[in-house]
Every structure is written in structure tokens, then in C-alpha cells.
């Protein structure tokens, strides 16, 4: 089945079929990545918006860097030089970046919609680089993406979700992603950051952390999302690291070849122990390098490139 869509908005709205297209076309790109030519020819003459409203690191820099790789022209629109400070509103600039003639925009924005406001309102495909609390799916293909090169297939695999899920839009990813890749999704941190109601998205939502990491393959630790969150889930952070923080005693609950994921920025000694995050257990690293050629995937895909050609064209 070929790739249809001009927008990536939404885990929840793609199908499996889908998900294993983005996968099957970020391997070979991921195999560009290693030569000394990195380049491919694929988005020559097309020019990449980049349009950030949120700080980001990871997923701004790989963005940029995988336009780059696909030899497309990449702006990187920095919102605090830009008109937004005069008040003009988001609906303004998209479209005044589509009169300019861009091809692509890549949106990160506090406010959950706005990707898909966009995708509604343009001409020109839309792919969210996060969205208020609601999703990041390029962040849970990537995610997806290295699990599956540890586990060749998810179908089954005990993977824990541990820490501030409620205002977690990458959980929320990453939930639609697992369970469509048949795996087995706990979701475990404190009540007030982990409701029951998610067990409606067909995972199991645990309060007691030793059950929940007992045999797991994957744990997958959130930050705190401070800049989400308007009032007090827990006492303190000292508190949350005493009660729900991954250290060397309880990541021995895992599995012996369990391995531990974070979409980062991390709070070394908050939700993980520095020690832990630099171990060899941990994969946060090459979450990072593979999320360049997810990155590459989505930009090819929505580009309206075939998976098929994504081989032809490096
Ligand atoms: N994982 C992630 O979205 O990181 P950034 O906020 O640095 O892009």
C-alpha cells in the first residue's frame, strides 16, 4: 500500500501498514547516514519551514539536519525575531510562508491542534513536531524505530511508560504506536500524573512500580513537563525521585536485557540516575541518531515520494 498523505499529524490516525512504511523507509535512509557522502537527491528544489513556537534541541536539529540530507533548502523560523512578537497570529504566518513559495512546514506549538488547524488551512504538507499535550508522532516512530532494531518485533514485549504521562504528548505517541505494534503497554507513575481513565487506549496503568518494571524490556522514562502542568501533581521532585525515579536498585527489577529510553532532555537525578543514563543500558543516545532518518522518512513521505523510490534515490 503506498504512502498517501501529505500531512503526518497523528499516531492515532495511522495504520499499521503506515507505521511500518515510515520504519521500512528511515532503514534506508539510516544506511545514507553511514556513508562519507550523506547526501541524497531526493528533495532538490524544495524548500523546508521549520516553524518552532517551543524550545527544542533534538527534534529542530534533526529536522533541519534531515531536510539537509534530502538536499531540500531548510528555514529555521526563530519565533522570538519573528513577527509573532507584533502580534501577528499563527494562521498569518503559515500562510505567509506559503506565499513565499515553501514546500513543506514542520510545526512545534504549545497549543494541541495546531498542526492539524494548519494542515486544514494550507495548501502545503504539515508535519508536527509536537503539539501541546496531545502528540509527537515523529518522536514515537523514531522510539518504535530503535526498539524494534533491539527486539525485531514488538508483538508481546513488556514496555513500561513511566513518570508524567498525563501532559506527555510523546506518551501519547507512543501509546498509539505500541499498541498498534501489538506490544504490551504499562503505564505506571503517580495518580495524579497517570489517571486510569488511559487504560481506555487498551494499556494497563499500575501504581505499584516494582510490579510494573518486574520483566519489563523496555522502560521508557518522561520528564516532569513543568511548562504543561498550572498546578501541583506531587509534594516535591524530591519526593517524585524517591517514590517513581529509575536508579540502579529498581532498574534491577527489568529484565537482564531490558533497555531504557528517554526522548529527552533529561533531568539527570530526577527521573533517572545520571549513572544510569550513561550506562550501557541505556539508548537514549540512539534515539537521538535515529531520529535523523526518521526524520528523513517523514520528510520524503509527505513530500509525496514512494517507499519503493526511497531506495532508488540514494
Ligand atoms: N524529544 C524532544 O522532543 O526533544 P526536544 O524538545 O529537544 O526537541
New binding site residues.
Partial sequence: MPWNRRNLIAIEELSRAEIDQVHATAAVFKKTLQRSMKKVLALRGKTIVNLFF?????????FEMAAKRLSADVISFDANASSTTKGETLRDTAQNIQALNADMIVL?HSAAGSPLYLSRLLNIPVIN??DGAHE?PT?ALLDTFTMLEHFGSLKGRKVVILGDVLFSR?ARSNIWALTKLEADVTLVGPSTLVPHWFSDLGVKVSYDLKSALADAEVVMLLRIQHERQTSSHFPSLGEYTSMFGLNKTRASWLNPKAIIMH???INRGVEIDSDLADSSRSVILEQVHN?LAVRMAALFLCSGGHPEAASASV
Fill in positions: 517551543e524550545p527544542s534541541t533534538r527534534t529542530r536539529m534533526a512545534r513536531a509536537g509527537h518522536q510523546v526522548p529527552g532532555p531520529g
